[in-house]
């Protein structure tokens, strides 16, 4: 008797060419429309793609821009020079221009938080898209975590310092100002933001002799 598993019907694998076309015209319309130009029947029209393909793969408008951004905007790293405020201001600037980027696609004034106020509201409405924005600051906070680890091994930072708690004091300000404010969150903000968390935060070396 033939294996009912190996018997069953399979799918047509995932056409990858068809991922690449939908996602490269809905980013396309984000940047010139920012959210509210986001049109699912228009991506599927231009991308050439039948409507209930699309659907198929993202379900919803929210689940498409998720998809959009995670692919086309890269994900923030964190250097390790063995200067830890250097690194950390880095981190600081990638972290503010992802958010800029988010914020202003579609023409938006720089004030308003624009797609990333709505990146943050379909995450509320969608549990699954929740998941995977959490997924991905989980994934850049352990980078984070990991460098401020190494130099508590070979850069005099203090070994009673909490580093999540670090990081969060970071992130926050610039997702403050990146979502409610609109502020500036320019290189010279991210090196006066590292500077005063991690005032106190390393041992002064003993002067020699």
């Given at each position: 008797?033939?294996?009912?598993?190996?018997?069953?019907?399979?799918?047509?694998?995932?056409?990858?060419?068809?991922?690449?076309r939908?996602?490269?015209v809905?980013?396309?319309?984000?940047?010139?429309?920012?959210?509210?130009?986001?049109?699912?029947?228009?991506?599927?029209?231009?991308?050439?793609?039948?409507?209930?393909?699309?659907?198929r793969?993202?379900p919803?408008?929210?689940?498409?821009?998720?998809a959009?951004?995670?692919?086309?905007?890269?994900?923030?790293?964190?250097?390790?020079?063995?200067?830890?405020?250097?690194?950390?201001?880095?981190?600081?600037?990638?972290?503010?221009?992802?958010?800029?980027?988010?914020?202003?696609?579609?023409?938006?004034?720089?004030?308003?938080?624009?797609?990333?106020?709505e990146?943050?509201?379909a995450?509320?409405?969608?549990?699954?898209?929740?998941?995977?924005?959490?997924?991905?600051?989980?994934?850049?906070?352990?980078?984070?975590?990991?460098?401020?680890?190494?130099?508590?091994?070979?850069?005099?930072?203090?070994?009673?310092?909490?580093?999540?708690?670090?990081i969060?004091?970071?992130?926050?300000?610039?997702?403050?100002?990146?979502?409610?404010?609109?502020?500036?969150?320019?290189?010279?903000?991210?090196?006066?933001l590292?500077?005063?968390?991690?005032?106190?935060?390393?041992?002064?070396?003993?002067?020699?002799?």
């Open positions: 008797m033939a294996n009912d598993g190996v018997a069953a019907r399979r799918g047509r694998p995932r056409d990858n060419a068809v991922d690449e939908v996602l490269d809905a980013w396309d319309l984000l940047l010139t429309g920012g959210y509210a130009g986001l049109n699912v029947d228009e991506v599927a029209e231009r991308a050439a793609v039948a409507k209930t393909t699309l659907y793969r993202w919803t408008k929210d689940h498409l821009a998720i959009v951004v995670t692919r086309m905007i890269p994900f923030v790293l964190v250097p390790d020079t063995g200067d830890l405020c250097s690194d950390l201001t880095e981190f600081a600037v990638g972290m503010a221009a992802s958010l800029r980027q988010y914020r202003t696609a579609g023409g938006s004034d720089g004030i308003s938080s624009g797609l990333a106020g990146l943050v509201a995450a509320a409405r969608h549990p699954d898209i929740g998941d995977l924005i959490r997924a991905l600051h989980a994934r850049r906070h352990a980078l984070a975590l990991a460098r401020l680890q190494r130099a508590t091994e070979r850069e005099g930072f203090r070994t009673d310092i909490d580093h999540g708690l670090l969060d004091q970071i992130s926050g300000p610039i997702y403050y100002r990146a979502l409610i404010t609109g502020a500036a969150t320019d290189r010279s903000y991210a090196e006066r590292v500077k005063a968390v991690l005032d106190g935060a390393v041992v002064a070396q003993a002067p020699v002799g």
